[in-house]
């Protein structure tokens, strides 16, 4: 097999990865909920920074889940939709035995009341053109439409501004 061959084989490898982690997420997209999500942006602070914003999701606690509050304010549970709204469902206030089982919760107070947060932000990809949507906007002004995984973190897919939110 010649230079040319391998290169050319290299290359076709790399698309097909390319392509079927695109179809994996357009599946996604298609089929699994949607909801409009409170959030704040986070400055990263990092050395090597992208076009990307860091938002600290903020979810209302569904009704069963409510009463579970933490030594420290940490929780466990998923996301869940229901009427149209994105619920944080706190299942335990101990840290899950294995990982992944899971997402890590927080709570934190806000005007409209205590909402759960995701201990570890979702980065939200800007094209190059675009102003950094979180500068001067107050925390929970800031609307995230996101994809609802079962098992990970949410997937941000647009951004809107409080005026503009559902």
Known sequence: MSALQRGLMVAVIQVALMAAVA?????????LPRAWIQSAGVDP????????VSLNLMFPAAPESAAMRGEDGHAFGRVEVRDGRALAVIESTAAPTQRGTGLHFIERPTDEGPRWMLVEPVAFFLPEHVPDPTLGVAPGELWVE???????APRPIRLRRDSDAP
């Open 23 to 31: 179809a994996r997420l357009y599946y996604d997209r298609a089929t």
């Open 45 to 52: 602070d990092l050395p090597i920074r992208g076009r990307y």
């Open 146 to 152: 996101a994809t609802l995984p079962q098992r990970s």
